[in-house]
């Protein structure tokens, strides 16, 4: 699968936190059951990696990568731990070496238009637009489309339900990232109903904007 294949596995990518490696899981299978298969794990807890591990064995059917990589070392851990892909708030030379040497879709963040050409120009012409209201948002993307239009984006931070759907209307946009589908107080409560329904209508988000 390349960058671009592991986008159009849903409209949303939903970036999580495991604090507490009991509720990875249930976690992954609550969002599985509404249909998100895409699970960015993310390097801000001491469970990330063996949440990534874990959840690889025991839910099949999600697709786990790693998220908040800041290096190579970070990288290759992730990757010897499971991961499937990898998404990143910038992107290095390091970084970016050792992504291709894994040959694994990996999304570098990017937030002006140098930065987007440096992370095409190694390669990544799939990017992670953030974090993207604080930096322009649909208006920076919609002028990004002008001048790169080889460049796809998946735009994170500060999107959640009711803005994602402007996003996913623009041409340049195939999935977007954010935290809102696990609220800390669902997961601590283990309501994974919630947390399915969530994934369900954020499944359904994409086609609103389409329609
Ligand atoms: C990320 O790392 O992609 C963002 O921090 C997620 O942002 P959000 O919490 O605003 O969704």
């Not at 025991?58 to 790693?66: D, M, Q, R, Y």
């Not at 290096?71 to 010897?80: F, G, K, L």
């Not at 796809?152 to 759907?165: K, R, S």
Request: hydrophobic share 50%; aromatic share 4%.
């Amino acid at each position: 699968m390349n960058a671009l294949e592991l986008l159009e596995q849903s409209p949303v990518m939903p970036v999580i936190v495991i604090q507490d490696i009991d509720t990875a899981v249930e976690l992954a299978r609550a969002l599985v059951a509404g249909g998100v298969r895409s699970l960015e794990i993310t390097l801000r807890s001491d469970a990330a990696l063996q949440a990534i591990t874990l959840i690889s064995q025991e839910v099949p059917e999600a697709l786990v990568g790693v998220g908040t990589v800041r290096n190579a070392r970070q990288w290759d851990a992730a990757v010897q731990a499971g991961a499937r892909f990898g998404v990143s708030p910038g992107l290095t030379a390091d970084i970016a070496a050792a992504a291709q040497a894994s040959g694994l879709p990996f999304l570098p963040g990017i937030a002006t238009a140098s930065e987007a050409m440096y992370a095409a120009d190694q390669g990544f012409s799939v990017q992670k637009l953030f974090p993207a209201e604080a930096v322009g948002g649909v208006t920076l993307l919609k002028a990004l489309h002008g001048p790169l239009p080889e460049i796809t984006f998946c735009p994170t931070g500060g999107i959640h339900a009711e803005n994602a759907g402007k996003y996913l209307a623009l041409p340049n946009v195939k999935c977007v990232g954010g935290s809102w589908l696990t609220p800390k107080d669902a997961v601590e409560g283990r309501l994974w109903d919630v947390i399915t329904e969530l994934a369900r209508a954020a499944c359904q988000i994409r086609q609103a904007a389409t329609r």
